[in-house]
């Protein structure tokens, strides 16, 4: 079983629309859960942590289930400038694993 | 920001030749990088964790006589690829870990996208 498990997606969106996916971790033991945004072809780069609690950062929202072991990401109010793969990430130590990402295309 | 910086960006070599790759951290002391490799359409997969002065630690299945990798100061470490095939072809990325930032500490090289022809 995979670590870290995505829809692959892809989420073909109109701007303005609402996305939401979802990912699964195997490990009890992560410690720490973050969305990561990769362009095609380019490094990763942070898009935010997220918490128990759930945690905004403008219209982006994720949530965490521990007890289901899953998160979630919430896209609101799409931009053409959104579309790119969502990538999963959770920590064990210091270790990052990563999902395969998910695919979302938000168009005009 | 803390900056990564990865060279070289794109990299086609022959069959059989060795292709380095070097990771640095720009403005802050990484006792700890991080390689990965990543297909096509697939995930980031952790191939071995570079610590500063002392041996990597790969991951299981990376052949570490085939992937080296030295990590001789706390800004710089670089990967080699030896006597690269086709296979080897793939989009390479290292991560530099910040330590004083915690788990938000990780800070990505651009990438190198490895054709071995």
């Known amino acids: 079983r995979k670590e870290v498990e995505q829809d692959p997606g892809p989420f073909n969106v109109p701007e303005g629309a609402t996305v939401a996916f979802n990912c699964t971790y195997s490990?009890?033991?992560?410690?720490?859960f973050f969305w990561y945004r990769q362009d095609c072809r380019k490094e990763p780069k942070l898009l935010m942590s997220?918490?128990?609690s759930g945690n905004e950062d403008g219209r982006f929202t994720a949530q965490l289930n521990r007890a289901s072991q899953y998160i979630s990401l919430l896209i609101r109010d799409s931009k053409l400038s959104d579309s790119a793969t969502y990538l999963c990430?959770?920590?064990?130590?210091?270790?990052?694993?990563f999902g395969a990402g998910t695919t979302v295309t938000v168009r005009a | 920001g803390a900056v990564v910086s990865q060279h070289p960006s794109r990299v086609i070599c022959k069959s059989g030749t060795s292709v380095k790759i070097e990771c640095r951290s720009l403005?802050?002391?990484?006792?700890?990088m991080f390689w990965y490799r990543q297909f096509p359409k697939k995930s980031l997969m952790l191939m071995a964790t570079?610590?500063?002065?002392?041996?990597?630690?790969?991951e299981q299945g990376v052949e570490k006589d085939k992937f080296l990798i030295n990590h001789a100061s706390l800004t710089l470490s670089t990967l080699t690829v030896t006597s690269a095939h086709p296979e080897d072809s793939s989009f390479y990325i290292c991560?530099?870990?910040?330590?004083?930032?915690?788990?938000?500490?990780?800070?990505f090289g651009s990438g190198t996208r490895l054709t071995v022809v």
């Open positions: 991560s530099a870990r910040d330590t004083d930032r915690g788990n938000y500490g990780y800070t």
């Open positions: 490990n009890s033991a992560s410690q720490s």
């Open positions: 997220v918490y128990s």
């Open positions: 990430v959770v920590t064990n130590d210091y270790k990052l694993s």
């Open positions: 403005d802050f002391q990484a006792t700890t």
């Open positions: 570079s610590n500063e002065g002392s041996k990597a630690t790969y």
